[in-house]
């Protein structure tokens, strides 16, 4: 069964720490993303690969980066913890190219508290 | 700005018939999506819409105007294990998802 991994289901971290959220999938797809889900707002893009090495901005990068060496991983990185990035963390990734996402598959999410 | 709308929530009753409206504002189309998301879990692809139309998978449905911004997911012979949220997603000009914020889907017995 195809699958995308998330390292974590829940973690609890203080305000000012740096956070890593993992994502693998085993799949062999080119592009790979990181949502965030907040109750009543659709899911907002953080961002974006579409190859190794390759990153794209999404709708609202500030405060994350990401990192992805291999073409399997991708990394969610928050340099410096905030209570207003309390939220669930979604990693997908599909196939195709910068050209057009094609249907994702999701991992079952990080649900990360900021205290 | 674009935007996607769909009720917050409904109720349905088990055997029974449910659609899911989803009205769409975006900067172009390349297509339209509903995905399933039950409680604690990945969002899961059910359907995809690029020409006007239904499509039709078993018991669900996804229906598609595209002169109108609209799409409708229709849930056929409800199950209580159809309880779920159901979020709508338009593929815009640059090939980017807008999603909605999702329909929490009640089935009662």
Redesign the interface.
Known sequence: DVK?TQSSRYLVKRTGEKVFLECVQDMDHENMFWYRQDP??????IYFSYDVKMKEKGDIPEGYSVSREKKERFSLILESASTNQTSMY?CASSTGGP???N???????SRLTVL | GQNIDQPTEMTATEGAIVQINCTYQTSGFNGLFWYQQHAGEAPTFLSYNVLDGLEEKGRFSSFLSRSKGYSYLLLKELQMKDSASYLCAVRDSNYQLIWGAGTKLIIKP
């Open positions: 995308v009543g707002l659709g899911l907002r893009l979604l050209s057009g996402a249907v994702l598959t999701f991992g079952a999410g």
